[in-house]
């Protein structure tokens, strides 16, 4: 059986959609004929804890670990609370940020390049060197981010003879959160001459979505194949659904994820109908902004809302079907058009409609359709927003308000999987 060594700083007990990601494709590798052995830090420091993802590894994988030194781990104890929001991807607005914050983005950007695991490198790479031939793997995929990754296979590249696959789960330098690094004309140069380097050195690059695809044959002529997050088939019996008309984001909501006009149509339907009034409720599960959090209450949406903290990967799957509508959100801007949320997968089997808000062109958009599971919408559309909450709830008070999916099976992890296999083997 062929054997394929994934380079992961991500793994279980780690929580998260890119934990998620490798941890099926590992489960189902060996139904195509590949034997897989993944590669984590030993030590890592991880912003999102799922313990249940634990009872999900699969049996008899190889894993192979080794230490790795996390600055983060330092910053957390110096900087608190502002260091660990940081650390999960929650940049506050500009206007916002302490001095603290200021100087942990820029140290972040302009220290830390291409991120704060780039310690891991050169021990990873004089310890692989010898795993690689010891347990004779020809295959290696690298899972970014952190994108230091990929610089581990760069340099395994080099050294022995391999094929190399550079997985790219959010494209590198022109993800949302990279202009709020503070960066200097020098480390904006060094960010896009290693992005360069993976690009157009990896034998083979999987992105995410179509739009990742677009921006990189731009800029590499190495093949690239498209390989989306997916779901894993639940079964979930006697699902009991909220008696309210429940509208449900599952999943961080960082602060430049803010619908501002989605709730001030919320508002709006609140003031302007008793009935809608008395039945509506706002649930909010995973990491939220405190951005989010004030704009919900300068609008007057905080009595409706519950917000339920970060919920493990089962009680997420359960809230999904609860829910009388998902909520889907991306980032308004040009950069983010090509993002696909990991979340949008889980949705897909959950049977709810799920309204998405973003950026003019998004792909996620072109994903709801093709399967008939929800609608899109850009952030500027309000009243057309106002207009389809307010028909879903017309819906809901005649207990008819579902969805009935269709294609949805090209997106299981078993599906994409033989989608990868087919990479590897070529």
């Known amino acids: 059986m062929k054997k394929v060594l994934i380079i992961s700083y991500y793994w279980p007990p780690a ?3 890119g934990v998620q990601r490798w941890l099926k494709f590992v489960t189902y590798l060996r139904d195509f004929g590949i034997e897989p052995i993944v590669y984590i830090p030993d030590n890592p420091t991880y912003p999102i804890i799922d313990e249940g993802l634990l009872n999900e590894l699969p049996k008899g994988i190889k894993v192979l670990k080794h230490p790795i030194f996390e600055p983060y781990a330092l910053a957390n104890k110096i900087g608190g609370k502002s260091s660990s929001t940081i650390s999960k991807g929650i940049i506050p607005p500009q206007k916002s940020q302490s001095r ?3 100087l942990m983005l820029w140290v972040r950007g302009n220290i830390f390049i291409p991120d704060a695991r780039k310690y891991w490198i050169k021990p990873s790479v004089k310890f692989l060197a010898k795993a690689i031939k ?9 899972t970014g981010p952190p994108h230091s990754l990929h610089l581990i296979g760069t340099k395994l590249k080099r050294e022995l003879k391999v094929t190399w696959i550079a997985d790219f789960r959010d494209p590198w330098t022109s993800i949302g959160y990279h202009k709020k690094l503070l ?15 993976v690009l157009n050195k990896a034998d083979k690059i999987i992105v995410t979505s179509n739009g990742t695809k677009l921006e ?8 690239i194949y498209v390989i989306t997050n997916g779901f894993e088939p639940v079964v979930i019996n006697d699902v009991v659904l909220d008696a309210k008309f429940s509208i449900a984001h599952i999943g961080s909501l960082l602060s430049e994820r803010n619908p501002v006009n989605l709730w001030k149509a919320l508002a709006e339907l609140i003031q302007e109908h008793e009935v809608f009034k008395a039945a509506f409720e706002l649930k909010l599960a995973g990491v939220v902004s405190e951005t989010i959090i004030t704009s919900l209450k300068d609008i007057g949406l905080e009595k409706y809302t519950k917000v339920l903290g970060y919920v493990s990967h089962k009680e997420a799957q359960l809230l999904q079907r609860q829910s009388r509508v998902l909520l889907l959100i991306e980032i308004d801007s040009e950069e983010t058009k090509m993002i696909i949320p990991g979340k949008l997968f889980e949705y897909l089997q959950s049977n709810r409609p799920i309204l998405g808000i973003g950026p003019k062109g998004a792909d996620f958009s072109v994903i709801l359709k093709e399967t008939n599971t929800g609608v899109f919408y850009e952030y500027h559309e309000i009243e057309a927003i106002k207009k389809q909450i307010m028909s879903y709830f017309e819906l809901f008070l005649q207990d008819n308000l579902l969805v009935r999916p269709t294609h949805i099976e090209n997106y299981t992890r078993k599906s994409l999987t033989g ?5 590897i083997k070529n």
């Open 15 to 17: 929580g998260g959609p």
């Open 216 to 223: 990189f044959e731009q800029k590499t002529e190495q093949p």
């Open 183 to 197: 960066l200097t004309k020098w480390s904006q140069k060094k960010h896009e001459n290693l992005e360069q380097q």
């Open 134 to 142: 010891k347990e004779g793997i020809d295959t290696i995929i690298t």
């Open 419 to 423: 989608r990868l296999a087919e990479v």
């Open 100 to 102: 603290l914050q200021k």
